[in-house]
């Protein structure tokens, strides 16, 4: 079955840097890459999200690549902002079953 | 427009007593269905999932159960809680396989 391995584990940046997580999935069949967002107690939120026929995709400070030879993913944030401070989690899935399977998660903390 | 409710948002349950966790989804139809566990500071890990009533696929061997009676309702169940069934129980679904995931709320569950 398919594994993501995620990394850095945590990560601390200052306010107004870019951080950049990193993710590699083991199924080349896998096809879609999405990336959550998790606050303290709460659920994890869709931030952005890329499927396997586009190489890049950016929504203003976040931008997330995709290299399929080498089967790896990463998250980008520039101009990073306190309340940017959370736990980043990507995943991988097969559209055949819509089965999500995430990564261990990254703590990000942004200093001001 | 659709959304995903879950209950209860907090549960303290004694060792080898029962547990029954309900999900519910509006606004659509036909959804998958999926229940995650996360452990304290953990990734996502999925348990189950569904695509239509009556089918349900088990990911991890453990002493949970799930069933779906109705289109929109995913229900966790346990007969007999272990210490180490406590975490943050997710509930998500998607519309079509190439989605995203909208999560509920999610349960926090402690069994002591």
């Known amino acids: 079955g398919e594994n993501v391995e995620q990394h850095p584990s945590t990560l601390s940046v200052q306010e107004g840097d870019s951080a950049v997580i990193k993710c590699t999935y083991s199924d080349s069949a896998s096809n879609y890459f999405p990336w959550y967002k998790q606050e303290l107690g709460k659920r994890p939120q869709l931030i952005i999200d890329?499927?396997?026929?586009?190489g890049e995709k950016k929504d203003q400070r976040i931008a997330v690549t995709l290299n399929k030879t080498a089967k790896h993913f990463s998250l980008h944030i520039t101009e990073t902002q306190p309340e940017d401070s959370a736990v980043y989690f990507c995943a991988a899935s097969l559209s055949n079953t819509g089965k999500l399977i995430f990564g261990q998660g990254t703590t990000l903390q942004v200093k001001p | 427009s659709q959304t995903i409710h879950q209950w209860p948002a907090t549960l303290v349950q004694p060792v080898g007593s029962p547990l029954s966790l309900e999900c519910t989804v509006e606004?659509?139809?036909?959804?998958?269905l999926y229940w995650y566990r996360q452990a304290a500071g953990r990734g996502l890990q999925l348990l189950f999932y569904s695509v239509g009533i009556g089918q349900i696929s088990s990911e991890v061997p453990q002493n949970l159960s799930a069933s779906r009676p109705q289109d929109r309702q995913f229900i966790l169940s346990s007969k007999k809680l272990l210490l180490s069934d406590s975490g943050f129980y997710l509930c998500?679904?998607?519309?079509?396989?190439?989605?995203?995931?909208?999560f509920g709320s999610g349960t926090r569950l402690t069994v002591v």
């Open positions: 606004g659509t139809s036909n959804p998958n």
């Open positions: 890329i499927r396997s026929n586009v």
């Open positions: 998500a679904w998607i519309r079509h396989t190439r989605d995203g995931y909208t």
